[in-house]
């Protein structure tokens, strides 16, 4: 299994970034997909799920990002996306995909990265 995250970058608050990850190793098209993050100095976190075709795409958001993340997928490229709006400066972190659904911080705190992950950092 092989994970590769790219499009983070710094950018001042209010701004948008779009965070790309593709996949190689599984059948992509089988397996949900997360977005975990992990600041500085704090543990882990769970961003967003998208689940597969079979459950229509569905889509969930830790509550601080809902209405400003969006993670969508596009099974014939094996590629999961975040496309983030209106950044905040607690948005900055190192953000990794992950294979499967990861649906809490407790869950978040197990994982393991199997890639190198993408720095987001929000600053003015």
């Known amino acids: 299994v092989q994970l590769v995250e790219s499009g983070g970058g710094m950018v001042a608050p209010g701004g948008s970034l779009r965070l790309s990850c593709t996949a190689s190793?599984?059948?992509?098209?089988?397996?949900?997909m997360s977005w975990v993050r992990q600041a500085p100095g704090k543990g882990p976190e769970w961003v967003s799920v998208?689940?597969?075709?079979?459950?229509?795409?569905?889509?969930y958001y830790r509550n601080s990002v809902k209405g400003r993340f969006s993670i969508s997928r596009d099974d014939a490229k094996n590629t999961v996306f975040l496309q983030m709006s209106r950044l905040k400066p607690e948005d900055t972190a190192r953000y990794y995909c992950?294979?499967?659904?990861?649906?809490?911080?407790?869950?978040?705190?197990?994982?393991?990265?199997r890639g190198q992950g993408t720095q987001v950092t929000v600053s003015s």
């Open positions: 992950a294979m499967g659904g990861i649906w809490s911080d407790v869950e978040a705190a197990k994982f393991r990265a």
């Open positions: 190793g599984f059948r992509f098209s089988d397996y949900d």
């Open positions: 998208i689940k597969t075709d079979d459950h229509d795409y569905d889509k």
